[in-house]
């Protein structure tokens, strides 16, 4: 179970990165160099696991169904936050397609996992926590996956070294 946990939510790692990039570069609202957007998101991603790892720290070997309401929960509230930083961020033309789909598939991430909490609201298990919409969180946690990967495709082609940690190599 912690194993499929983990596959689900590499996904929301990158989106909590995406996030916290957007929320550190959006002050004045004007548009940044592609090397500037990769830099943030790469900042972003290496604080955004401190956070992550935070709101997870319910999801351990011995976490029953109530702690990972709790984890996911706060998850929730996380993604929301950083989804509002995400949509005020200006990134340049050459990755405005790739970064749409990135909120775009990060507003469904957000989505899921509120249906998710909501219909595992009386599971009684983990894994009638996760047979009540697991399987729609994780298809949308894998969409998100590939606009992550799309963007580091994105980087490496115009020279820049980016690692977004967009997949799962445990997988």
Known sequence: MIRR?????????????????????????????LEEYFQKLEEADNR?????DDAGQELGEDADVEDFRAGFSALLEVVDGLLSDLGKLEPPDEVQEAHDEALDAGETVRDELARLLEEGEDATTIDEFFAAGGESFEAADARFTEACVGLEEIATSNDITVDLDCNDEDE
């Not at 689900?8 to 550190?24: E, K, N, P, Y």
């Open 5 to 33: 946990l983990a596959g689900v939510t590499i996904g929301l790692g990158m989106l909590l990165a995406v996030g916290a990039g957007a929320s550190a570069c959006s002050s004045g609202g004007d548009q940044l160099t």
């Open 48 to 52: 955004a696991q401190a956070g992550f």
